[in-house]
């Protein structure tokens, strides 16, 4: 094969190249956040069909961070470790 006709099809493979993925980034970012409101009303859905009566569906970690020493505790890790042996 001749080296201008390699260079003549990388170069063309380069072009096609770079205006897909530029193509792709246009797509990606016109439509995150329309993806992304969809996906949260979805999980919202899926959440008040499995939990009807809830009001909100926000994390609340306040009482797991207030949880959090007693559950490190020696007899806490025993039950743990015993709950694993069964």
Known sequence: MNIKRIIKDTCIL?????????????????TKDKIATKQE??????YKQVMSK?????????????QSPKLLTKDYVKMVLKSLML
């Open 14 to 30: 380069f072009i096609i190249t770079i205006v897909s993925g530029c193509l792709l980034g246009f797509v990606y970012n016109s």
């Open 41 to 46: 009303e979805t999980k919202l859905l899926a």
């Open 54 to 66: 809830a009001d909100d569906f926000k994390a609340d970690y306040s009482k797991l961070i207030q």
